[in-house]
């Protein structure tokens, strides 16, 4: 995940690792340092040993400033610790939590087949070659409002299971992961030259972090004013939905004076 994230020049993470015993290697995260992110990831956090009160500092910069939350768990991860502090936030209710392990194959839900985070740059028939990922045999259920991007696929048979999970919650967005083991897609050159994980996790970001305010298409003049017989200028930049420039697009504009209507 850092890896992916350090490959992207306009992105600076910073990384917190707590030590089993309670203690920070590097120093603790403060709520400022939540407050002023414009996105919050958290890998394999919490376990059983780690605190509450970090989940707490999360919730509130969520509901203070609306910063986007990325889960992606490990074999480790603890649902009655993570449920203490973010309960409110999450995607998915956790309907049963057991710390069996198991492999799934990740299966593209049909309503997600145009969504930014798993179309930008991924073909379709990619997600049918791709080995099985690792999950607990917890079992999770969607909320009001959230949209189940993948599913699980065990021997052959489809769930209703989440793998992949979204939500908006007012300005705020969660992406949340059930299960884990990306890498082992990443090990599957035959999908993409194994670059599908790290496609997945930019698309990821770069979804999370794009407020909803933000236009995909916007039309400006190149300056307020014009003098009479000047020519008009206006400037349009077209956006698909995960904000990537879209070139040659065709724009149409429709100019009104009076009951003259004139398209350009």
Same mark, same amino acid.
């Given at each position: ?142 909320? +009001?409002?959230?949209?189940?991007? /993948? ?5 052959? %048979? =489809?769930?209703?299971?989440?793998? !992949?999970?979204? &939500? ?19 090990? +599957?050159?035959?999908?993409?030259? /194994? ?5 997945? %996790? =930019?698309?990821?970001?770069?979804? !999370?972090?794009? &407020? ?53």
């Amino acid at each position: 995940l850092q890896r992916e994230l350090e490959k992207d020049k306009n992105i600076g993470a910073r990384l917190y690792v707590q030590r089993g015993g309670g203690g920070w290697y590097d120093g603790a995260p403060s709520a400022k340092r939540f407050l002023d992110a414009d996105v919050v990831m958290l890998a394999g956090f919490p376990t059983a040993r780690n605190d509450v009160g970090v989940l707490r500092l999360i919730a509130e910069a969520m509901e203070k400033k609306a910063v986007p939350l990325f889960l992606l768990p490990a074999r480790t991860t603890d649902y009655t610790t993570l449920r203490q502090g973010l309960d409110t936030w999450l995607p998915y209710e956790i309907v049963q939590s057991r710390p069996n392990e198991t492999e799934v194959f990740f299966e593209r839900s049909e309503a997600a087949r145009l969504d930014p985070i798993l179309a930008t740059g991924i073909p379709p028939e990619a997600w049918a070659k791709l080995p099985p990922l690792f999950k607990p045999e917890s079992s999770f259920r969607a909320r +009001a409002g959230a949209e189940m991007l /993948g599913t699980m696929k065990l021997n052959n %048979i =489809s769930f209703n299971e989440p793998l !992949l999970i979204s &939500r908006k919650l007012g300005r705020g967005k969660v992406l949340a992961w059930t299960a884990y083991g990306l890498w082992r897609w990443e090990l +599957a050159y035959d999908v993409l030259d /194994g670059e599908l994980p790290g496609r997945l %996790i =930019s698309n990821a970001v770069r979804w !999370l972090t794009t &407020r909803e305010g933000d236009k995909q298409v916007r039309i400006t003049p190149a300056k307020e004013f014009f003098d009479s017989g000047e020519e008009v200028e206006l400037f349009a930049q077209v956006y698909n939905a995960s904000y990537e420039p879209v070139d040659n697009a065709a724009v149409s504009v429709t100019v009104t004076r009076g009951e003259e209507t004139r398209e350009l």
